[in-house]
């Protein structure tokens, strides 16, 4: 029964359409590429890093869902493949100072910076970057870990282990914070959703709101991430975080993955952020990008599973099954309605159902559909 059983889960793998897509990482984001790529008959497998070494089809073709992993067998294995797809992209953007490199190249805007290599490289960073900086780990630090805010009063908290593996960039005193998310086609074709609001709570996205009120930013935003993509020869879905500054845009971070603030699109697109990656990957044809209403993201933060967020209506509840932990995403919201007193309403409904440290978000939130 056992042999009848896989050979038939076996023979509908193989009967797929196109080549299988294998994602380094198998946390919430593999799998929301999974569901997005059923319906098309994609088969995409999340892989956990220390999962075991598979001998990988002729056709496969690898990506990931996060900047950096651990080193493993397969990690090694898949990591240096010549089927993995932006195989030296991720080198580049998971470091911080090769991505603010690229920016500088390419003559984008993003704060002042410079990179840390010792004590006595405050006294210049100081006077020429700014007399508040913040301080980033070149690697791995992410949702406010690996950041100090610092001045001439506290440039001790940056410890003699940290030289080399930090770089300074100048404290931005920015108006808004916004996000773009677009792909690029094997053929150098793109395609971009709007430009996107985001609240970041101690460090981590907690609401992002599509409407249509960044508009005038959109053509910049477009320009400035598709430089980006052509000059990496990126395929696939990528992100780029902004500071708002007087109405210019800074840039922040590159993501060169599916993104938090993208998630909004599951509900409120034409083709969710998921589903476009996979189409970039494969090439696939993929028409314009149609959105149909307002759409609001709440990311769920360290929180306890509420069965009432299932009874607001126009919404999307994606519960990612992790252990609840303090920091830790194990969810997110998505609502959407082409009437934003409606959204209003909806979010008003959840603020009975989400805990107090929501509230000030949802404020905000409410007040950026007004």
């Not at 946390?27 to 008959?41: C, E, F, I, N, T």
């Not at 998971?94 to 006294?123: C, H, M, Y």
């Not at 360290?302 to 252990?323: C, D, I, M, R």
Request: charged share 20%.
């Amino acid at each position: 029964m056992k042999s009848a059983v896989f050979f038939e889960i076996f023979t509908m793998q193989q009967s797929t359409l196109y080549p299988t897509i294998y994602i380094l990482g198998n946390g919430q984001l593999g799998r929301m590429l999974r569901y997005a790529g059923a319906p098309l008959d994609i088969n995409v497998e999340p892989l956990d890093f220390n999962a075991p070494l598979f001998d990988l089809p002729k056709n496969a073709i690898i990506t990931a869902e996060i900047e950096r992993w651990e080193q493993t067998p397969l990690t090694e294995m898949l990591g240096n493949h010549d089927k993995f797809v932006n195989q030296k992209v991720f080198a580049t953007t998971a470091d911080r100072f090769s991505q603010k490199s690229l920016l500088d190249e390419l003559n984008l805007p993003t704060s002042p910076w410079g990179l840390i290599k010792s004590a006595v490289d405050f006294n210049d960073i100081f006077a020429h970057i700014g007399e508040k900086i913040v301080v980033k780990r070149r690697t791995g630090g992410y949702d406010g870990r690996g950041q100090w805010i610092i001045t001439r009063q506290n440039q001790n908290v940056i410890t003699n282990d940290l030289f080399g593996e930090v770089i300074a960039e100048k404290f931005i005193p920015f108006d808004g914070e916004v996000s773009i998310v677009g792909a690029r086609f094997r053929n150098g074709e793109t395609r971009f959703y709007p430009v996107t609001h985001n609240l970041q709570q101690n460090g981590i996205l907690r609401y992002s709101v599509a409407d249509n009120s960044n508009a005038h930013l959109q053509s910049t935003a477009e320009q400035m991430l598709g430089k980006v993509m052509c000059k990496l020869d990126y395929i696939g879905v990528m992100a780029m975080e902004c500071f708002v500054v007087n109405n210019q845009l800074l840039i922040n971070e590159l993501a060169p993955r599916v993104h938090n603030s993208g998630h909004w699109t599951q509900l409120g697109c034409s083709i969710s952020q998921f589903e476009l990656h996979l189409r970039a990957l494969l090439d696939l044809p993929t028409p314009k990008l149609e959105v149909f209403a307002p759409s609001v993201m709440v990311n769920l933060i360290g929180t306890a599973h509420n069965p009432q967020w299932l009874n607001t209506p126009f919404s999307q509840v994606h519960w990612y099954g992790k252990e609840v932990r303090a920091g830790r995403k194990v969810g997110h919201i998505n609502l959407t309605h082409i009437d934003k007193n409606q959204l209003i309403a909806q979010l008003n409904k959840l603020r009975t159902e989400l805990p107090e440290d929501y509230h000030s978000g949802l404020e905000w939130t409410i007040e950026k559909l007004k």
